[in-house]
């Protein structure tokens, strides 16, 4: 079983920066960011594979959201920049129950532990 704990949510302003954290017990597994807003379906944001040397972002996110893991904590990060309105949502963090080291997965599907979320909101 593995517990999924997100903290660093908040309020910024727009083009502002935040990072967030997902601490996880258990083993280590290919981890991701996902975003729901009110009214919409949850979205793919980031992934990283187990080993941390691959990535893959959403489209919305790209070159402004970097996702990177320290094995070592067992925590995976989101750093934030260039914040948007748009970005504001709630953030869940998920992990893959797979012992593949190089893949990344960008399917909520393919996820089977997640996170309670953190709130974060882009004022204009």
């Known amino acids: 079983q593995v517990q999924l704990v997100e903290s660093g949510g908040g309020l910024v302003q727009t083009g502002g920066s935040l990072r967030l954290s997902c601490a996880a017990s258990?083993?280590?597994?290919?981890m991701g960011w996902f975003r729901q807003a009110p009214g919409k379906e949850r979205e793919f944001v980031a992934a990283i594979n187990r080993s941390g040397g691959g990535a893959d972002y959403g489209d919305s996110v790209k070159g402004r959201f970097t996702i990177s893991r320290d094995n070592a904590k067992n925590t995976v990060y989101l750093q934030m920049n260039s914040l948007k309105p748009q970005d504001t949502a709630v953030y869940y963090c998920?992990?893959?129950?797979?012992?593949?080291?190089?893949?990344?997965?960008?399917?909520?599907?393919?996820?089977?532990?997640w996170g309670q979320g953190t709130q974060v909101t882009v004022s204009s």
């Open positions: 998920a992990a893959v129950e797979t012992r593949t080291a190089v893949a990344t997965y960008y399917r909520p599907d393919d996820y089977k532990y």
């Open positions: 258990g083993r280590t597994y290919p």
